[in-house]
C-alpha cells in the first residue's frame, strides 16, 4: 500500500528543509553542544520493493545490512521522544540534502514528535528527490563526484530541539524579524568528521563493495521550518554499514546459514503489486 504524500516545513538560512514518506518530514539546520543519551530518532534501513526493514546483523559492535544491486531503499525515522528532533543524515559520507561531505552542522530533516518518515533519495530540490538505490561502488553517487573514500556507510546525527523561553513583558513586543535574526545566528559547531568502515579491502571479497546510486528522480515535497538545536554537538550520532550479502560473508560478518529465508505463503507475491514501468531511456 502506498503511504499518502504530505508536505512539510523546512528551514533554509542556516537551517533546513523537509521531504516526502509517511507523513513527509521537515528539514532544518542552525546550530547549537551536547550530553549522551539514547538515541530519540530511530534509524533502519527499508527495501523498498518488499516495504520491510532489511535484517541487522551485528558484528564488533558495529551494525550491518546487506543491499542487492538495482534495489531502492529508504532511510526510515522514528522520532520515539515528545518534542521535534532533527536528524542529519549522510550517506557514503555526503549530507543527502545538500551534497556536501557530511558534518553534523548541515542541513537535516525535522521530525515531528512520535512520527515515522522514510527518507528515500538525494535531495534535488523543494519537490523532487533522486532515489537512493543500491548500486556497484563505481557507479554510486560519492564515486561518481570523486568521493569513494567513505563508500559503504550511513549516518545520522539527532537534535532535540531547544525549548522556547517563556515570553517576558520586554520581549512580548519584540518585533518577530529581530527574533528570527537572534534565532538564526549560527553557533560554534564541531564537524562530525568522517568515518572509516569496518570492513577494510583486504578483508572483504575481490568483488567491487556496494554503494548508493543518483537514482530515479521521484516526487517529494518539502518545506522550510525554524528549528533551534539544543546544543552545538548531537544528542546521538548513529551509522549503520551496508555492503552485499557476500561480501558481508566474506568477511565474517554474516554466517552463510543465514540467507536462508523464512517459508513464505505467497512466494510469488514477495514483489508487491506491480505498475506500469517507465519506457527505456531513448
Same mark, same amino acid.
Given at each position: 500500500?502506498?503511504?499518502?504524500?504530505?508536505?512539510?516545513?523546512?528551514?533554509?538560512?542556516?537551517?533546513?528543509?523537509?521531504?516526502?514518506? /509517511? +507523513?513527509?518530514?521537515?528539514? *532544518? #539546520?542552525? &546550530?547549537?553542544?551536547?550530553? @549522551?543519551? =539514547?538515541?530519540?530518532?530511530?534509524?533502519?534501513?527499508?527495501?523498498?520493493?518488499?516495504?520491510?526493514?532489511?535484517?541487522?546483523?551485528?558484528?564488533?559492535?558495529?551494525?550491518?545490512?546487506?543491499?542487492?544491486?538495482?534495489?531502492?531503499?529508504?532511510?526510515?525515522?522514528?522520532?520515539?521522544?515528545?518534542?521535534?528532533?532533527?536528524?542529519?543524515?549522510?550517506?557514503?559520507?555526503?549530507?543527502?540534502?545538500?551534497?556536501?561531505?557530511?558534518?553534523?552542522?548541515?542541513?537535516?530533516?525535522?521530525?515531528?514528535?512520535?512520527?515515522?518518515?522514510?527518507?528515500?533519495?538525494?535531495?534535488?530540490?523543494?519537490?523532487?528527490?533522486?532515489?537512493?538505490?543500491?548500486?556497484?561502488?563505481?557507479?554510486?553517487?560519492?564515486?561518481?563526484?570523486?568521493?569513494?573514500?567513505?563508500?559503504?556507510?550511513?549516518?545520522?546525527?539527532? /537534535? +532535540?530541539?531547544?525549548?522556547? *523561553? #517563556?515570553? &517576558?513583558?520586554?520581549?512580548? @513586543?519584540? =518585533?518577530?524579524?529581530?527574533?528570527?535574526?537572534?534565532?538564526?545566528?549560527?553557533?560554534?559547531?564541531?564537524?562530525?568528521?568522517?568515518?572509516?568502515?569496518?570492513?577494510?579491502?583486504?578483508?572483504?571479497?575481490?568483488?567491487?563493495?556496494?554503494?548508493?546510486?543518483?537514482?530515479?528522480?521521484?516526487?517529494?515535497?518539502?518545506?522550510?521550518?525554524?528549528?533551534?538545536?539544543?546544543?552545538?554537538?548531537?544528542?546521538?550520532?548513529?551509522?549503520?554499514?551496508?555492503?552485499?550479502?557476500?561480501?558481508?560473508?566474506?568477511?565474517?560478518?554474516?554466517?552463510?546459514?543465514?540467507?536462508?529465508?523464512?517459508?513464505?505463503?505467497?512466494?510469488?507475491?514477495?514483489?508487491?503489486?506491480?505498475?506500469?514501468?517507465?519506457?527505456?531511456?531513448?
Amino acid at each position: 500500500m502506498h503511504s499518502p504524500l504530505n508536505p512539510s516545513r523546512l528551514t533554509r538560512r542556516e537551517c533546513i528543509f523537509t521531504a516526502v514518506a /509517511f +507523513l513527509a518530514p521537515i528539514m *532544518a #539546520a542552525c &546550530s547549537t553542544g551536547a550530553m @549522551a543519551m =539514547p538515541t530519540p530518532v530511530e534509524l533502519s534501513v527499508v527495501d523498498r520493493e518488499t516495504g520491510q526493514p532489511l535484517q541487522v546483523h551485528r558484528w564488533n559492535g558495529q551494525s550491518f545490512v546487506a543491499g542487492r544491486p538495482g534495489v531502492r531503499y529508504a532511510l526510515r525515522l522514528q522520532n520515539r521522544s515528545s518534542g521535534r528532533a532533527l536528524a542529519v543524515l549522510s550517506v557514503d559520507g555526503v549530507n543527502v540534502i545538500s551534497g556536501q561531505a557530511a558534518n553534523w552542522s548541515q542541513a537535516g530533516y525535522v521530525l515531528e514528535p512520535w512520527t515515522t518518515y522514510d527518507i528515500a533519495g538525494w535531495r534535488k530540490s523543494d519537490t523532487a528527490i533522486a532515489a537512493f538505490e543500491f548500486a556497484p561502488l563505481s557507479q554510486s553517487y560519492a564515486a561518481r563526484t570523486g568521493r569513494p573514500g567513505h563508500v559503504g556507510v550511513l549516518g545520522m546525527a539527532v /537534535f +532535540l530541539e531547544r525549548p522556547a *523561553a #517563556a515570553p &517576558s513583558p520586554r520581549t512580548a @513586543a519584540a =518585533p518577530a524579524a529581530a527574533a528570527d535574526r537572534a534565532e538564526a545566528a549560527p553557533g560554534a559547531s564541531r564537524s562530525a568528521g568522517t568515518v572509516d568502515g569496518a570492513m577494510n579491502d583486504a578483508q572483504v571479497a575481490k568483488r567491487e563493495r556496494l554503494g548508493t546510486a543518483h537514482g530515479q528522480r521521484e516526487w517529494s515535497v518539502v518545506e522550510q521550518t525554524d528549528f533551534q538545536r539544543m546544543s552545538h554537538s548531537p544528542q546521538a550520532v548513529v551509522r549503520i554499514e551496508y555492503d552485499s550479502f557476500e561480501n558481508l560473508v566474506a568477511a565474517g560478518i554474516i554466517s552463510p546459514v543465514r540467507r536462508h529465508a523464512r517459508p513464505e505463503p505467497f512466494p510469488g507475491n514477495e514483489r508487491g503489486v506491480d505498475y506500469v514501468p517507465d519506457p527505456p531511456a531513448r
